[in-house]
């Protein structure tokens, strides 16, 4: 017990909760521009412009099945960006063509009959989208988005090992180097996994109760 108490300082658990806020910071960032960047991919996937598709279709294939990591290491190395903005970077390029499919199904899922009655009242098909498509389809794909966030705060944790940004897992590997007693790394491995599962146990039930209640008032 003496010696779980030396890992769990102070100084270690400002440090900690500094890699913490540097994990919500690239999450938030990323899962922001990541929406807006498959929004329009989303739309230029099902639009009627074929070149637009094209490219769109050519992204989000191509950028999906490439793992996440090597488009950390390809950001970082090529590119010549600092940690913080090639982790940033690489989750909205990798994030972008994931929720970009996830906003494509929740147009799809909008009946094509609203469509056409727009376009018979007058309205463009960007009016269309923006006044009548995208406020339904926002109930139906906004928990797999929030659902989506989960993954990029537990995939942040793959940076220490790439860039070594010291996010929050990165913070706790540079602690535990410190340390010898298996004890005393068994402690701050629970104590990261606690905080991982804690934020995301959070967010997958605010997830969960907006999608009941949303079901609820649709009924």
Request: hydrophobic share 55%; net charge positive.
């Amino acid at each position: 017990m003496e010696n779980i108490l030396k890992v769990l300082t102070t100084n270690n658990l400002l440090f900690i909760l500094k890699g913490l806020l540097l994990t919500l910071q690239i999450s938030f960032i990323s899962i922001v521009l990541s929406t807006i960047f498959g929004t329009i991919l989303a739309v230029m996937r099902n639009g009627k412009n074929k070149l637009l598709k094209l490219i769109a279709s050519i992204y989000i294939e191509f950028v999906r099945n490439v793992p996440n990591l090597l488009w950390i290491f390809t950001i970082f190395l090529v590119f010549q960006i600092k940690s913080t903005p090639a982790g940033i970077i690489s989750f909205t390029v990798f994030t972008s063509a994931a929720l970009a499919e996830i906003i494509r199904g929740g147009l799809n899922a909008i009946d094509p009959g609203q469509t056409e009655a727009g376009l018979s009242q007058g309205f463009t098909q960007f009016q269309i989208l923006r006044y009548i498509i995208l406020p339904q389809a926002i109930r139906k794909m906004l928990p797999a988005i929030i659902s989506q966030f989960v993954t990029v705060i537990k995939d942040t944790s793959l940076l220490y090992s790439v860039i070594a940004l010291q996010e929050l897992f990165g913070s706790a590997q540079i602690l535990m180097g410190r340390y010898f007693e298996a004890e005393q790394v068994f402690a701050l491995y629970l104590l990261v996994a606690a905080i991982y599962f804690l934020i995301n146990f959070a967010i997958s039930s605010f997830s969960r109760k907006l999608s009941q209640r949303w079901a609820q008032a649709a009924e």
